[in-house]
């Protein structure tokens, strides 16, 4: 199981950062304690391909939103040359 990327979704102005509804996406980085949480999540499952939301609090720390399918994956084409699609088809093959 991996972490190919993660996305950060802002809002222009409001607060929907939907990027279908105009949102601005871009990479984001990972900490090393985002990265265990994450790890935990994805541990407990077996997803394939999904998207686990977080809103970022105040004080910086992940606030758990929701866990999705491969919707977020326009975002992630848009900002990074990640070829999710043929990632996710090397993953089904192996499961074959």
Do not use: W
């Not at 809002?11 to 990265?35: C, P, T, W």
């Not at 977080?54 to 939103?65: K, T, V, Y």
């Not at 848009?78 to 996710?88: L, T």
């Amino acid at each position: 199981k991996e972490i190919p990327a993660a996305v950060l979704r802002t809002a222009r102005e409001g607060f929907k950062s939907n990027y279908s509804l105009g949102g601005e996406v871009s990479l984001y980085f990972l900490s090393d304690q985002e990265i265990s949480i994450v790890n935990t999540i994805i541990s407990q499952f077996e997803f394939g391909l999904a998207g686990i939301d977080f809103i970022i609090g105040d004080d910086g720390e992940l606030i758990f939103n929701e866990i999705e399918d491969v919707v977020g994956s326009r975002m992630l084409y848009r900002c990074s040359d990640i070829n999710i699609v043929e990632r996710y088809l090397r993953f089904i093959l192996e499961q074959l």
